[in-house]
């Protein structure tokens, strides 16, 4: 059974610092990975999508990576600002349309 | 392109009644997903409709169901409520044969009382 696991939990940053976010997940077989934000209360915005035949994908400050032999990916985000605060998910597609989550990373950034 | 929307967004139920959720996928999407959110469980998948088929069910009892219709719009049921229903309830929508992104919509706020 897929387990997603992102680590930390929480992680709070002063402003114009760069960070890592991590996921990792127990089955390598995989459609695709999705990194997702959401703000509280909200629905989830879509990131970045990574699929199993791709290592990167990049977009304006975000930078997400996927190892699927590991089990790992990693969201980079570059010179973090207040509005990066929100809880971000890692999600693994097994089936081309279920997703499974991890539980999040809240991450807070301070001016 | 308009994106997803679910209705109502916010609903408030008593244990025992049943309760319909709505949701609109982008337009050109055919697959429409749903999920539960709530802070002990996260979030976790009930099912998948594609072309008015279910295609997919996650690990949830029979008193949730859905269906979707010719125009994609996709309804979730749920039966003889329980005050463990209370979550947030969100639809996806996705291209299928593409890049399989899914894009959510805003959530439906269920309270059980």
């Known amino acids: 059974k897929q387990e997603v696991t992102q680590i930390p939990a929480a992680l709070s940053v002063p402003e114009g610092e760069n960070l890592v976010l991590n996921c990792s997940f127990t089955d390598s077989a995989i459609y695709n990975l999705q990194w997702f934000r959401q703000d509280p209360g909200k629905g989830l915005t879509s990131l970045l999508l990574?699929?199993?035949?791709?290592r990167e994908q990049t977009s304006g400050r975000l930078n997400a990576s996927l190892d699927k032999s590991s089990g790992r990916s990693t969201l980079y985000i570059a010179a973090s600002q207040p509005g990066d605060s929100a809880t971000y998910l890692c999600?693994?597609?097994?089936?081309?349309?279920?997703?499974?989550f991890g539980k999040g990373t809240t991450l807070s950034v301070s001016s | 392109k308009a994106g997803v929307t679910q209705t109502p967004r916010y609903l408030i139920k008593t244990r025992g009644q049943q309760v319909t959720l709505s949701c609109s996928p982008i337009?050109?999407?055919?697959?429409v997903s749903w999920y539960q959110q709530t802070p002990g469980q996260g979030l976790q998948f009930l099912f998948e409709y594609f072309s008015e088929t279910q295609r997919n069910k996650g690990n949830f009892p029979g008193r949730f169901s859905g269906r979707q219709f010719s125009n994609s719009r996709s309804e979730m049921n749920v039966s003889t409520l329980e005050l463990g229903d209370s979550a947030l309830y969100l639809c996806?929508?996705?291209?299928?044969?593409?890049?399989?992104?899914?894009?959510f919509g805003p959530g439906t706020r269920l309270t059980v009382t």
């Open positions: 337009s050109g999407h055919r697959s």
């Open positions: 999600a693994v597609d097994q089936a081309g349309t279920a997703l499974i």
């Open positions: 996806a929508s996705t291209a299928v044969g593409q890049s399989y992104e899914q894009y």
């Open positions: 990574i699929q199993s035949s791709q």
